[in-house]
């Protein structure tokens, strides 16, 4: 220990004129990096071994320090050079959005004001702002904007905050202090599309209903609930004495972007006095632009609702937003009064609405970026989204090579079929082959960093995705994919059939 504590040297302090010329550099190089995505490729194909070494994760924690300046400088190209960027105007995998500027710049923001959004005493602005990005999120989607709610780290803590929502209000017994066995052989039970992400069984896992306790209502061609099915299986389970906990629906599947049917859902729960908790995770949003008979609208009539700011608001990872409708069944699902902890009970303190303790300035960036773009922004966005991958799909479709599967909000379906197979794939082998090939399609594609796409089975046959949460992608953009899709499979055909007959 160094002997003389008056003025310490500490190894993390640093000047603040070193910190602004450190900073804007990054700045600097950070600009110039958003710049030029569209020229690099989406993502490198290298080994977790070459990745580790490029960018020096790897070797022993150091024991001594390194140069701030130098360390952050050294970094960047790296970082940039070996990062999947899904910024690029040709990323089009999964849900993963590109980040809006100024969300980058709230993160910095909000790390360095580091308000503690347990408590409205450690972050009066904060959780002010917090509190009005709950509210915006909510009137955006045409959801009560007097609902309880907050941010958490995604689509899947807010669907599991609403599922703890629902488990507190349904069980008819005190589930927080004698827990989800006290019911006896009577067991809480959730219902949710066979379509549903995989955050269910997280959530039945982790509010302790158990995977066993989910019912996987089918549905049907069109990838929607069959709520016959959902009304079936409900009134069995209440016949057999057990507690229907929570009915999930589904706002823009994973998947293929499918809306359950919303609205009949919603009724079914009504009449039943059963939670309704919709995920809207991926689509959420897309009720501020839906039609007004569309189902997307009936997320409004939900208990509960999931989005995902840092999917289609275009937030840096990580925000997700949780939406109760009646906030004091939030509270009441997660609030303790604990001895140490002196709150005024008038002001909202987020500890007492979610899992979380100390909490991060999440909706900083949120907030940021509603104020930037407003309402009508986003809608637009959100909108040109949507256009562009029906323009995906019109070209798609027009292709002889390509098979356009589904077309939901912004996500296309699809695959290639060699021209001579299209006509035998009902037959067991071509099928099989067919989804061989795309397969390895996807990987080289994935690998080639030209373009990014993800894959989806429906029916049994395996299909690339192409998802659009993306405001820097354009209709050249999207006119490039069936050609580079073609291209790679015609090859790729050529080689593995190449392989069969050797
Ligand atoms: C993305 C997604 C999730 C999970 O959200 P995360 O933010 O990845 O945790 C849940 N449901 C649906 C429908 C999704 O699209």
Redesign the pocket.
């Given at each position: 220990m160094q002997d003389d504590l008056t003025s310490r040297q500490t190894a993390l302090a640093l000047d603040p004129e070193v910190f602004r010329a450190i900073g804007h550099r990054l700045v600097d190089d950070l600009a110039e990096f958003l710049t030029r995505i569209p020229t690099r490729p989406v993502t490198s194909d290298d080994s977790p071994d070459a990745v580790r070494a490029a960018v020096g994760a790897n070797g022993p924690l150091p024991e001594h320090g390194t140069d701030p300046a130098a360390l952050l400088a050294d970094l960047v190209p790296r970082l940039v050079s070996h990062s999947l960027l899904n910024a690029h105007p040709r990323f089009f995998g999964?849900?993963?959005s590109s980040p809006a500027p100024i969300g980058v710049l709230g993160d910095f923001l909000a790390a360095a004001i580091n308000a503690n959004v347990g408590s409205w005493t450690l972050s009066p602005a904060a959780t002010e702002i917090e509190a009005q990005t709950v509210r915006w999120t909510a009137e955006f989607i045409g959801f009560p904007a007097d609902c309880g709610g907050l941010l958490v780290?995604?689509?899947?803590?807010?669907?599991i905050v609403g599922v703890l929502a629902a488990r507190a209000a349904a069980a008819p017994w005190d589930v927080r202090t004698q827990g989800v066995g006290a019911g006896g052989g009577r067991r809480l039970v959730a219902y949710a599309s066979a379509e549903?992400?995989?955050?269910i069984q997280k959530a039945a896992d982790i509010t302790g209903l158990g995977t066993d306790a989910i019912r996987w209502i089918p549905t049907g061609r069109d990838q929607r609930m069959d709520t016959h099915a959902l009304e079936a299986a409900i009134d069995a389970d209440r016949a057999a004495g057990h507690v229907p906990c929570v009915v999930v629906g589904?706002?823009?599947?994973?998947s293929t972007g499918a809306v359950d049917p919303l609205t009949a859902v919603a009724a079914i729960c009504r009449a039943r006095g059963i939670w309704f908790h919709v995920?809207?995770?991926?689509?959420g949003f897309a009720a501020a632009v839906a039609d007004p008979d569309d189902d997307l609208r009936a997320l409004s009539l939900a208990d509960s609702v999931?989005v995902?700011p840092?999917?289609w608001l275009y937030a840096p990872?990580?925000a997700?937003c949780a939406l109760v409708r009646d906030a004091a069944a939030l509270r009441r699902a997660f609030a303790y009064h604990p001895p140490y902890y002196h709150f005024d009970e008038h002001v909202v303190n987020y500890v007492d609405y979610g899992p979380q303790n100390s909490r991060g300035f999440r909706a900083l960036k949120v907030w940021l970026a509603m104020k930037q773009a407003g309402a009508a922004g986003y809608r637009q966005t959100i909108r040109e989204d949507i256009a562009l991958s029906q323009a995906m799909a019109r070209a798609i479709a027009a292709h002889p090579e390509l098979e356009l599967v589904t077309q939901h909000l912004s996500i296309a379906t699809f695959r290639f079929v060699p021209a001579d197979l299209r006509a035998s794939l009902s037959i067991p082998d071509v099928a099989a082959y067919v989804d061989a090939l795309n397969r390895a399609l996807l990987d080289r594609i994935q690998r080639g960093g030209e373009l990014f796409v993800s894959n989806a089975v429906i029916d049994g046959r395996y299909l690339l995705r192409a998802c659009i949460v993306n405001f820097h992608t354009s209709l050249a953009d999207v006119h490039a994919v069936p050609e580079i899709v073609v291209e790679q499979g015609r090859r790729l055909d050529r080689a593995m059939r190449g392989e069969l007959t050797r």
């Open positions: 999964y849900i993963t780290s995604g689509g899947n803590m807010a669907n549903t992400h995989t955050w589904t706002a823009g599947s994973v995920d809207g995770a991926y689509g999931a995902d840092h999917k990872l990580e997700g």
